[in-house]
């Protein structure tokens, strides 16, 4: 597995699956600078990405970040989850970094719409839910997903700086969403930030300013990602990140003068 220790937290790489998206698709404003980044893309010009969830071991708790794609896409997620020996009545706190459809999937049953994590309460920022029922009146994934969870009695808006167990916290990160949220691990002196999809690709890492696509608001997704990366920077921080490559997990490292992505090597275990 894909593990790392933060501190006294374990904190677990997990993927829903693969994705690729054209660079120009995801970089509309950059065109014509992507030819720096040409070794980060395939030979069609495609960012190779993951969809990934992180698991975090903390507290005596088993805390799940984001559900990835669900059912409909056959994803590997409950299959990486039962090998990191959690079975999805073990997790107490679901949370989402954000509320898009590919991190919220795995929510619910389909056949009878329960909970899938029977015993968790699902933590879900609230100024996404806030946009959410503004903009999903009919349909959509927050309607499968999300909204349902309500009724069920078992989500909890969160917004600001909320204590999940004594060791993980949030922090918002507007910008991507509204209510964008990154989850932060501490202990023993080392840390770990969840960071969801504020840098979605190592691209984002050496170019704090360029918009994706993507954001919802691109003038608060780059004060986001200069904040991100100095507090980030200045502990050394583990990052864990939704669609970085498999399985998500690096440092942000500066070299020849250029802030880059450094995956955790797993491929000795
Ligand atoms: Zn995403």
Redesign the pocket.
């Known amino acids: 597995m894909a593990s790392v220790h933060v501190g006294d937290i374990e904190l677990t790489g997990l993927s829903d699956g693969p994705g690729q998206f054209p660079a120009s698709r995801v970089y509309p404003d950059h065109v014509d600078e992507l030819h720096h980044y040409a070794h980060l893309l395939d030979a069609d010009g495609n960012i190779n990405q993951n969809?990934g969830c992180f698991l975090l071991r903390a507290d005596a708790q088993t805390v799940l970040v984001?559900t990835g794609n669900g059912p409909e896409r056959d994803g590997p997620l409950l299959r990486e989850l039962e090998a990191a020996g959690v079975s999805p009545a073990d997790i107490d706190v679901v949370i989402f970094?954000?509320l898009?459809g590919?991190?919220t999937g795995w929510n619910r049953n389909r056949e009878d719409g329960t909970p899938r994590f029977t015993r968790a309460r699902y933590l879900v920022p609230k100024a996404d839910w806030d946009a959410g029922i503004e903009a999903n009146r009919d349909g959509g994934s927050f309607n499968r997903d999300i909204r349902p969870l309500q009724a069920l009695g078992v989500m909890e808006l969160i917004e600001g700086e909320y204590s999940i167990t004594p060791s993980l916290s949030t922090l918002p990160t507007p910008g991507?969403t509204p209510g964008h949220t990154t989850i932060v691990a501490r202990s023993g002196g080392a840390e770990a930030y969840v960071v969801?999809?504020a840098f979605?690709s190592p691209i984002d890492v050496a170019e704090l300013e360029w918009v994706t696509s993507?954001d919802n608001d691109g003038t608060k997704v780059v004060p986001t990602r200069r904040m991100l990366a100095e507090r980030i920077e200045a502990s050394n921080a583990l990052v864990a990140a939704?669609?970085m490559p498999a399985p998500g997990l690096g440092h942000f490292m500066v070299v020849d003068g250029r802030r880059t992505w450094a995956g955790v090597d797993f491929s000795g275990k």
């Open positions: 969809f984001d970094t954000h898009h590919d991190h991507h969801g999809d979605l993507w939704s669609h």
